[in-house]
């Protein structure tokens, strides 16, 4: 691995961090005259010179009482000291502490998911590339057309209907008691992938068909190679030559699609865990965003841009490991 291509890739993935971070600090605040608006006690009896003295105390324990200009510069620097400010949740909680308190949920769902779509779909797809033009590739096609047709959220809408409620398989939404009786027995875990069966397996569906379409194009792309060609003439065995040689040789778009898989574990689940009435990140950001709670919505968008940056950072990092010929800036 070239170190020049390391440093780029570094120093660009900052820029780029920086980028987001001054965006996510002005962009909740486009069009809004005073964020601390909402939080106002209703005036009641009080005179106007009095209500105005207690708006201006509610704007400064929110921070609203310095120019947007004094706010960022006093937000950059409290990040830098790991500081993602406090929420505007009753009981003023800590930015980080209610963020690390949902990511394990969410990474129940996200992290299953990828496995089961990675496992399944790759082996899948290598199988159908080798039976090109047979039941398991026309299998695929389908499946893939059937996919792109519907979102996965409609396929959790169908699955709640039939598995949740018509046949009562599993829960069609999540038992409220699992997160607050969770204690690590094998009841609890159990309990929660219960719970978690129906939005695993409406977001399972499309991402093995998503990596077994670009395993099957991958595949058969490389097996018309030279060195494919050779294996076969040295009489290898059809196994062989795919999953040892074929398959090896093919990773690189598998590899793009882990990345951006990857790159998604956070924050992809927003819609599901509505469905299923989930409590994890996305859950939590569109608690935020209903409430205005500027801090959270800020540190939920910044922790899941900076999660993308690092697994886009590793996946080019995985690239020039796996392909010395990649440089930036220089034609292959």
């Keep these: 691995m070239q170190k020049s291509y390391v440093i780029k890739r570094i120093l660009y993935t900052v820029l780029i961090f920086f980028v987001v971070l001054t965006l996510n600090f002005f962009i909740p605040r486009i069009g809004v005259e005073d964020p601390a608006e909402r939080y106002y006690p209703p005036q009641g009896n009080m005179s106007d010179d009095a209500y105005e003295a207690v708006k201006e105390l509610t704007r400064k324990q929110y921070g609203f009482d310095v120019s947007t200009a004094e706010q960022y510069i006093r937000y950059v620097s409290d990040l830098f000291h790991g500081d993602l400010d406090t929420s505007f949740k009753s009981g003023s909680p800590k930015v980080a502490d209610l963020i690390f308190e949902r990511i394990p949920w969410t990474l129940v769902l996200s992290l299953s998911t990828m496995l089961i779509g990675a496992i399944l779909g790759i082996s899948f797809g290598a199988f159908a590339a080798w039976r090109r033009g047979r039941w398991p590739d026309l299998i695929l096609m389908n499946a893939s057309t059937f996919t792109t047709a519907l979102p996965s959220f409609f396929i959790a809408l169908i699955l709640v209907l039939y598995m949740g409620f018509e046949w009562e398989w599993f829960p069609a939404y999540t038992d409220p008691n699992m997160v607050a009786g969770f204690d690590w027995s094998w009841e609890a875990i159990g309990r929660v ?82 469905i299923f009435n989930w409590n994890g990140m996305g ?50």
């Design 193 to 274: 992938f219960y719970n978690a069966a129906l939005p695993i397996f409406s977001m399972a569906i499309g991402s093995i068909v998503s990596y077994a379409q670009t395993t099957r194009n991958s595949v058969i792309a490389v097996s018309g190679e030279d060195f494919i060609l050779t294996a076969r003439a040295k009489g290898l065995s059809n196994s062989t030559v795919l999953y040892k040689h074929t398959l090896r040789n093919a990773v690189l778009p598998i590899v793009t699609s882990l990345g951006m898989s990857v790159s998604g574990l956070i924050g992809g689940a927003v819609v599901i865990e509505q």
């Design 283 to 332: 859950t939590l950001f569109l608690e935020a965003n209903n409430t205005n709670d500027y801090p959270l919505m800020m540190g939920i968008m910044l922790f899941l841009s900076t999660f993308a940056l690092v697994a886009n950072l590793v996946t080019d990092l995985c690239y020039s490991l796996l392909d010395p010929r990649v440089t930036v800036g220089d034609k292959r």
